[in-house]
Nanobody, 120 residues
Framework: QVQVVESGGGLVQPGGSLRLSCAASGSIFRINTMAWYRQAPGEERELVAS???????NYSDSVKGRFTISRDNGKNTVYLQMSSLKPEDTAGYYC??????????????WGQGTQVTVSS
């Protein structure tokens, strides 16, 4: 009943910028933490950035100072602004929303992913 959809991926040159969006919809009472993960071929999925419902953020060391996570609680949407992109940032980017349903049950919902490719 809950869907999470990412958008905004694409091909960019090194040093360029890209903005990802992730919108959750369906039977949602509240969303606690929302987060972005990424996974390159042959690699494990890793946490890139997260943000709580109150706006507290967390970033992996590899993206600190370059990426910014934000959210719009009214739209159940989280964003990832990526700047100074490097080839090492190339990966599928996945959104996770920790959804609370109307029975106060919390569970994670994942999006389908959006591809980011950084190449010249």
């Amino acid at each position: 009943q809950v869907q999470v959809v990412e958008s905004g991926g694409g091909l960019v040159q090194p040093g360029g910028s890209l903005r990802l969006s992730c919108a959750a919809s369906g039977s949602i009472f509240r969303i606690n933490t929302m987060a972005w993960y990424r996974q390159a071929p042959g690699e494990e999925r890793e946490l890139v950035a997260s943000i709580t419902s109150s706006g507290d953020t967390n970033y992996s060391d590899s993206v600190k100072g370059r990426f910014t996570i934000s959210r719009d609680n009214g739209k159940n949407t989280v964003y990832l602004q990526m700047s100074s992109l490097k080839p090492e940032d190339t990966a599928g980017y996945y959104c996770r929303a920790d959804v609370v349903d109307y029975g106060s049950f919390e569970y994670p919902e994942w999006g389908q992913g959006t591809q980011v490719t950084v190449s010249s």
